[in-house]
């Protein structure tokens, strides 16, 4: 069945460096892929999406990329700040399935 | 719009009490969730329902009851609360294969 891994965490990085947090796939078919993020005590916000191979999603300076010959889509930022400190997950939505498969989250913590 | 809204935000119950937590959203979505979350933890998926009047089980439904009467509600029942159900409850809406939208999350301790 379709799956998501994630990097394990939690991430710890020091303000300014640069961020990747790693997501791989199994799935059949042409899913679509989304971050999502947490910040402490509140739900979850779509963060990006891409719903075909080579798209890119971004936003607040994140992004990743549909690399469907790797099956990833790995998370970036050229510049973390302490205000990114949360936790992501990646989730893939496909034709097999009503819900979304989701990673099992990664903490990001961002020392200034 | 308010997108989804989670009523209530915190909840405290003894053990074999039950409640409704309840879940609405304004952006005519087809598909509507239900979620936990335990500290630490990822989501589990408890129910969902992909139309009015429809409702499935996710991983973890035991101990946990559904109903979807109207298309922007979604319901969520414990019958006979228990120390293990402890955790924030997240509702979430969509449309097929879309992002999912989710509420603040209600907090429910079981004493």
């Known amino acids: 069945g379709d799956s998501v891994t994630q990097m394990e965490g939690p991430v710890t990085l020091s303000e300014e460096a640069f961020l990747t947090i790693n997501c791989t796939y199994t799935a059949t078919g042409y899913p679509s892929l989304f971050w999502y993020v947490q910040y402490p005590g509140e739900g979850l916000q779509l963060l990006l999406k891409a719903t075909k191979a080579d798209d890119k999603g971004s936003n607040k300076g994140f992004e990743a990329t549909y690399r469907k010959e790797t099956t990833s889509f790995h998370l970036e930022k050229g510049s973390v700040q302490v205000s990114d400190s949360a936790v992501y997950f990646c989730?893939?939505?496909?034709?097999?399935?009503?819900?979304?498969?989701w990673g099992a989250g990664t903490k990001l913590i961002i020392k200034p | 719009n308010a997108g989804v809204t989670q009523t209530p935000k915190f909840r405290v119950l003894k053990t074999g009490q039950s409640m409704t937590l309840l879940c609405a959203q304004d952006?005519?979505?087809?598909?509507m969730y239900w979620y936990r979350q335990d500290p630490g933890m990822g989501l589990r998926l408890i129910h969902y329902s992909v139309g009015e009047g429809t409702t499935a089980k996710g991983e973890v439904p035991d101990g946990y009851n559904v109903s979807r009467l109207k298309k922007q509600n979604f319901l969520l029942g414990l019958e006979s609360a228990a120390p293990s159900q402890t955790s924030v409850y997240f509702c979430?809406?969509?449309?097929?294969?879309?992002?999912?939208?989710f509420g603040p999350g209600t907090r429910l301790t079981v004493t």
């Open positions: 979430a809406s969509s449309n097929y294969r879309a992002e999912q939208y």
């Open positions: 989730a893939l939505g496909s034709d097999s399935n009503y819900q979304l498969i």
């Open positions: 952006m005519n979505h087809e598909y």
